[in-house]
């Protein structure tokens, strides 16, 4: 039951806000709209995949901001210029990334502030990389992001396309059951002879995996990088995932509520500018827009659970 | 009754699990002390003893859990070979249900499966997951309302509960030999106890093996064949089931508390009894210096009814220093414990307002307190200091009650307070709540024992989240309750 | 019991808040190593002086922190730059409006403490995310307010925050001030408990008659009333308020309480860490500063030490 609201409620607020755009300016409802209210939807979403990842195992990631600047200043030089050493440090990028989840796990360290110094650690390596905003994005990763599908645009595509695999990657494939098992209860887990360690490094490495995606989405969208190129995606990454139904504890996630959250955000900056706010208050509007879907949601949760009334405190 | 277990468990002689002299020590705790034990197939050995006793240890060290410091354990496989360790225990078919519950809320029944069955992988394998966890469920508790797809966090206690014991029996890549269940029923109610028990014995008469902990006695001699008494992290002894009595049962625990707790004297009661202090819209009403029980079948809203007039008569700022109520809970981890802190700490929490000169805490007069209590409950500790985690649940549980009953409120509220705790620490704790009640508290107090409702001056039945009974006085007994609690269910199927 | 120094010197170590003196320290001595131990006292003032700002936001943070999981304030650098802008705007450097610009920032950071509280009480929100949005309004307001100007402090205000008692820099006694305060509040009151047990195990704390949503309240207000104080201070030291001015502070408030040895879990925290962390936060990026390293080592560098020290500080380890 609970499941249910879970995912209902994203893909209302998401609707929502794209009639109130609609109506607002009903030129957006073409192919052309489309894309321009999306464009920046997929190294979002991606981001927030990534950041799901780390959510699922009870843990929080405050670096993922710099660390999808990290992966787009690669892209944008070494990837770009030789890409086979580009490639190469991206892996390590993600390799490092399973063993700050293992480090996590074994020293028994709050995640928030390991990640938390890990934000400065690439946020240092990106800066060593491209001091001034600059490089190129590679042809093919251009290519990509610039394609044309008939009926619907890219950036739409892509976005199905990632919810659809993470959807089986998380919730349906057992290994995906085994990673929110961790969220859900670490002893059981461990009882069962299971490796917690091997685990969560697996999430770790695959929140690296969505990270360095998401800034080759990036790099492929702006064409250039910089080293604070993505530096709010860590907390539009982790409001994306709470708008999308996830919790912070107990392994409740939801990737295609987590996309979904994504898209949302990403509209609503699309949504201000169309109606023509004054700059001083964008932030503050966004802000605002995130208060109201959270309350709309509190008020759809409130109908779904009457027995439980007394249980919380 | 298929049971695929039975086939390779037909040597009666060659045993499933062999421990020999086996030793746990965690520094100078002893929590295993030489243990030596066979379990063959078809036998189902229940397993006694005081909280600490080492019988947690035993089933960690028996499931391959724990590795001991000291002696052997091995196990044999269904082709007769033998192995030791966690990947030997699993492959020989040891099955384990911990009295703690150990499943994801946030995964889906069978999901859960998924932990303990590694074989569970590849495309189709929610379907086989599927089919496993229902044909268990549906084998021990036929009449079970639980889908295969529902959420586990969904479930009341005692579903989970279910699914949990289901779990330990389902079939899987390696078949269940011996299946270990520590308190499979403290969150069940009768008639569902009932159904585990019958399948106990079916899966005992066709080869399998189970370790039956429990505090209930009723239950253990129901089911087992044999009956191992632990004290001090060793076997002092271990006869056929026929070979014990209740009593002597309890006299081989080494506890002196008779068995016999019925001293309650009702005459006196009219004297007690005063005003009414409390009611509730659901109809729950209680008098000064009354104990009233509240009964039924377990996850009938007993629980709700209890938190909901605790929170309607608490959490006022201004209630601090004379709180109207106090709670004991039984669910100690959910509830109660304060895990980093110590004894004291956890005991004074509740009554520490009082305790507060010039607005900083008075902590020789919370010491005071504390040592007051620790006598007069029996708190067995040589510093209150000491973390609470120290101390075996029974004695966790004391410090809780200390907690509610060391403040001034006239209400005290329990929500299953004796759950997982050992005999000598309930007498004690009726002997309390009876004192208490004279000087002229009133206690509201759910129990999922019979036995514990039988103490009350008056009793709630609840039934489907609703009051389907009060009985007062001669009219509470184990027959009135049961007929309460399933009069109409009955006429319902 | 403590006979021999040895157990009373294990007991120092065995403290959370060691570590973050002792790499203070160590950061110190190498910094001092490379001028030949020319300028040690400057050194020491100027980090007593930012260690105050970093130190007061820290113990807002901290009682938050304590709370447990999933509590953090991440409205503190909005609700720093809106005091910051609103108190000097007000003031317009004059220098009789010092205390009412010092209570409208005060003010501020009631409103913001307040807004934030009822936003995780009535929405049920993870106080993450409900501060969270609640910093993008603040940020609005103080851009709407601001529009770019930059007012001076009064001259007075800036003179106190700038100057020194006894050779001790002002700030750095206030912020001392505060901790010891905030010590006893969390070590020897009711409230102090309270909040542990909250963090501990918020329900357990419920239902043993602690005033949950009243405990829950009053941290959230203090919190960010110290971060509007901080603010106000900040802007007033550094001769007026930007927009930017608190940007940093978001990590930073969370690295001197995690630095300082308080358990990011909650139920367990500690004051005079908070105090060990701010200074630790300081001296290693002004080590660095000397040694020429340029921001991009100076960044790697903070970020491995605040991991290092957390791991050296959690002295635990699992088995498998």
Redesign the interface.
């Known amino acids: 039951m609970s499941g249910r609201y879970r995912i209902l409620l994203p893909v209302i607020s998401l609707a929502v806000l794209l009639a109130a755009v609609f109506y607002l300016q009903p030129r957006a409802m073409s192919y052309f709209g489309l894309n321009l209210l999306f464009n920046l939807a997929v190294p979002i979403a991606l981001a927030t995949i990534a950041q799901m990842m780390i959510i699922m195992v009870n843990d929080i990631d405050l670096s993922i901001g710099t660390f999808v600047s990290f992966s787009a200043c690669v892209t944008a030089t070494f990837l770009n210029d030789t890409p086979l050493l580009g490639a190469a440090i991206l892996i390590a990028a993600i390799l490092a990334y399973a063993a700050i989840g293992a480090l996590i796990h074994l020293r028994e360290l709050p995640a928030i502030v390991v990640t938390l110094g890990m934000s400065f650690v690439w946020g240092g390596v990106a800066v060593l990389l491209l001091p001034s905003p600059g490089g190129a994005a590679p042809g093919w990763i251009r290519t990509l992001m610039t394609v044309k599908p008939p009926l619907v645009p890219m950036a739409v595509v892509a976005c199905v396309l990632i919810a659809g695999v993470t959807h089986v990657l998380i919730m349906r494939s057992s290994t995906g059951t085994l990673l929110r098992a961790v969220g859900g209860n670490t002893k059981a887990v461990a009882r069962s002879g299971w490796s917690v360690m091997k685990l969560k490094a697996g999430a770790y490495a695959l929140a690296g995996v969505f990270g360095v995606l998401s800034g080759m989405c990036l790099v492929g969208l702006t064409t250039s990088a910089d080293a604070n190129i993505a530096l709010r995606y860590t907390l539009l990454s982790i409001a994306g995932v709470i708008l999308g139904g996830g919790e912070f504890t107990g392994g409740k996630v939801s990737p295609v509520g987590a996309v979904i959250g994504a898209l949302t955000l990403a509209l609503a900056g699309s949504f201000l500018s169309f109606m023509r706010l004054s700059p001083d208050w964008q932030i503050g509007a966004q802000g605002a827009i995130l208060i109201l879907v959270l309350a709309v949601r509190l008020v759809f949760s409130r109908r779904g659970r009457k027995w439980k009334g007394a249980e919380n405190g | 009754m298929e049971l695929a277990t039975g086939a390779g468990a037909l040597k009666p002689d060659a045993p499933l699990v062999a421990l020999s002299d086996a030793r746990v020590h965690f520094g100078a705790v002893r929590a295993l002390d030489g243990v030596s034990l066979t379990i063959s197939p078809g036998e189902c050995v229940g397993l006694i003893g005081h909280n600490g006793a080492g019988k947690s240890t035993a089933v960690n060290v028996i499931n391959g859990g724990l590795t001991p410091t000291g002696g052997s354990v091995s196990y044999v496989m269904e082709d007769g070979s033998q192995g030791t360790g966690a990947v030997a225990a699993r492959a020989a078919g040891i099955r384990s249900v911990f009295q703690e519950l150990s499943l994801c809320p946030n995964l889906t029944v069978l999901e859960n499966l998924r932990i303990p069955h590694r074989d569970l992988t590849g495309f189709g394998w929610r379907k086989t997951a599927a089919q496993r966890i229902s044909k268990a469920l549906g084998e021990l508790f036929p009449g079970h309302r639980i889908e295969p797809g529902m959420a586990v966090g969904d479930l009341t206690l005692a579903e989970r509960q279910m699914v949990e014991i289901a779990a330990g029996f389902a079939e899987g890549a390696t078949p269940a030999r011996l299946v270990i269940l520590d308190e499979p029923t403290s969150s069940l109610d009768a008639s569902i106890a009932r159904q585990l028990l019958a399948h106990v014995r079916r899966f005992c008469s066709s080869g399998g093996a189970v370790i039956f902990i429990s505090h209930m006695l009723g239950e253990v001699f129901e089911v087992a064949t044999r009956i191992d008494v632990m004290k001090d992290g060793k076997i002092i002894d271990s006869r056929p089931a026929s070979g014990f009595t209740q009593q002597s049962l309890i006299d081989a625990m080494g506890h002196v508390a008779s068995e016999k707790t019925d001293v309650r004297a009702a005459v006196e009661a009219g004297d007690r009894i005063g005003e009414e202090v409390l009611s509730t819209p659901e109809g729950l009403s209680a008098r000064r210096g009354e104990i009233v029980g509240l009964a039924g079948l377990a996850g009938h809203g007993q629980a709700e009814a209890l938190a909901r007039f605790f929170m309607s008569r608490s959490g006022a700022l201004s209630k601090v220093r004379t709180p109207d109520v106090a709670f004991v809970a039984g669910d100690r981890g959910r509830d109660g414990v304060m895990p980093l802190w110590s004894i004291l700490r956890n005991l004074t929490l509740t009554h520490l307002p009082s305790l507060v000169r010039n607005g900083l805490i008075d902590r020789d007069a919370e010491a005071r307190l504390g040592a007051d209590w620790k006598a007069r409950i029996g708190i067995r500790t040589d510093n209150m200091n000491n973390p609470i985690l120290s101390l075996s649940g029974g004695n966790q549980q004391k410090a809780l009650f200390a907690r509610a009953l060391a403040s001034t409120a006239p209400i005290v509220v329990m929500d299953d307070p004796m759950r997982g705790v050992d005999v000598g620490t309930k007498q004690e704790a009726y002997e309390l709540v009876r004192r208490e009640a004279e000087s002229g508290r009133t206690f509201l107090w759910y129990s999922t024992e019979t036995e514990e409702v039988c103490q009350c001056d008056r009793v709630f039945v609840f039934r489907n989240g609703l009051i389907s009974a009060e009985l007062t006085g001669a009219a509470i007994n184990e027959e009135n309750i049961l007929a309460a609690s399933f009069e109409m269910q009955g006429a319902a199927e | 019991m403590a006979k021999s120094p040895l157990p009373a010197m294990l007991g120092i170590v065995t403290r959370p808040w060691f570590w973050a003196f002792a790499a203070s320290a160590l950061a110190f001595i190498a910094t001092l190593y490379l001028s030949d131990g020319r300028g040690g006292g400057e050194l020491l003032a100027a980090a007593l002086t930012f260690a105050s700002f970093s130190a007061i936001v820290g113990i807002g943070q901290m009682f938050v922190i304590t709370l447990g999981?999933?509590n953090?304030d991440?409205s503190i650098p909005a609700t720093m730059t809106l005091a910051g802008t609103l108190a000097l705007k007000f003031m317009g450097g004059e220098t009789g409006l010092i205390v009412p610009g010092l209570l409208l920032a005060l003010a501020v950071g009631l409103g913001a403490g307040i807004f934030n509280y009822l936003?995780i009480r009535l929405?049920?929100?993870?106080p993450?995310?409900a501060t969270?949005?609640?910093?993008?309004?603040y940020?609005?307001?103080a851009?709407?307010w601001n529009r770019g100007l930059r007012i001076k402090p009064p001259e007075v205000l800036a003179d106190f925050t700038t100057g020194a008692l006894i050779g001790i820099p002002n700030l750095t006694v206030i912020g001392i001030l505060i901790a010891v305060v905030s010590w006893?509040v969390l070590e020897?009151?009711?409230f102090g408990?309270w909040i542990?047990?909250f963090g501990?195990?918020?329900?357990?704390?419920?239902?043993?008659?602690?005033?949950?949503?009243?405990v829950r309240a009053i941290t959230y207000v203090s919190s960010a009333v110290l971060a509007a104080f901080t603010g106000y201070l900040l802007a007033s030291f550094s001769g007026g308020a930007a927009l930017n001015m608190g940007t940093e502070y978001l990590?930073i408030s969370?690295?001197v309480v995690?630095?300082g040895g308080s358990?990011?879990?909650g139920?367990?925290s500690n004051v005079p860490g908070i105090w060990g962390g701010a200074l630790l936060m300081f001296l290693v990026v002004s080590m660095l500063n000397s040694y020429g390293f340029?921001?991009?080592?100076?960044?790697?560098?903070?970020?491995?030490?605040?991991?290092a020290i957390?791991?050296a500080a959690?002295g635990?380890?699992?088995s498998?």
């Open positions: 999981p999933g953090v991440l936003l929405l049920r929100i993870p993450i995310i969270l949005s609640a910093s993008f309004l940020q609005s307001l851009i709407w006893v020897r009151s009711l408990r542990s047990a501990q195990n918020t329900r357990a704390a419920r239902l043993s008659g602690v005033p949950v949503e009243a990590l969370i690295a995690v630095i358990s990011i879990a139920g367990n340029g921001a991009g080592v100076r960044l790697i560098m903070t970020g491995t030490i605040i991991i957390v791991a959690s635990k380890g699992r498998a």
